[in-house]
């Protein structure tokens, strides 16, 4: 691969019950070296951002996302399809490969892999993954703002303890993923 242009993507935030899913594609250039770079999850907060700023310097990025309205509408499995390749869409042309973390691709005309773990295994992938952390987390902080009752700052739209019991007092907001079951449940309390 190391002729090759090779696009690493992945995506954060399939599981919450909050925000969008958003997913971002990269491309390493090898004249510009990113030391560090792995799974978003094994990451402190403080190091992923430092990457993140790497990251945005020295490699070719695409980010994509699809929002609440289209996860209910699509469900996340598609809906994360349709981010992964909204940040595929955003890079520029010419590359020969991509790669995408996980079992599944989407629907497109692109030379492209799934692999299992792959944040751990491939550099460009685990550059993804910290880009498209960091994008959605930042979304969750700013959405926080408005609705300080779920704690989004803490658990960026998780089912957590705190964010369970917000649903159940206040309900669900627009940031919500209605089509997920322990929104919908709330909606009829």
Request: proline fraction near 18%.
């Given at each position: 691969m190391a002729d090759r242009l090779v696009v690493g993507v992945d995506e954060a935030g399939r599981g919450p019950l909050a925000g969008p899913v958003v997913a971002a594609a990269v491309v390493l250039r090898p004249s510009k070296p990113i030391d560090g770079l792995d799974d978003s999850k094994k990451l402190s907060a403080k190091r992923r951002a430092a990457l993140e700023e790497l990251i945005w310097e020295n490699a070719i990025v695409g980010v994509g996302q699809a929002s609440v309205e289209e996860i209910d509408e699509l469900n996340i499995l598609h809906a994360t399809m349709l981010a992964m390749t909204r940040a595929v869409d955003a890079m520029p042309p010419g590359f020969d490969l991509v790669l995408v973390d996980g079992n599944r691709l989407p629907k497109w005309p692109h030379n492209a892999e799934a692999v299992v773990g792959g944040d751990a295994i491939h550099?460009?992938?685990?550059a993804a993954s910290i880009i498209a952390k960091e994008r959605r987390d930042r979304i969750m902080k700013a959405a926080a703002k408005d609705y300080p009752e779920y704690g989004w700052e803490r658990n960026k739209g998780y089912g957590t303890k705190e964010h369970m019991a917000?649903?159940?007092?206040?309900?669900?907001t627009p940031m919500h993923r209605m089509s997920f079951a322990p929104v919908a449940q709330a909606k009829l309390l």
């Open positions: 550099p460009c992938i685990s917000a649903l159940k007092k206040y309900g669900p």
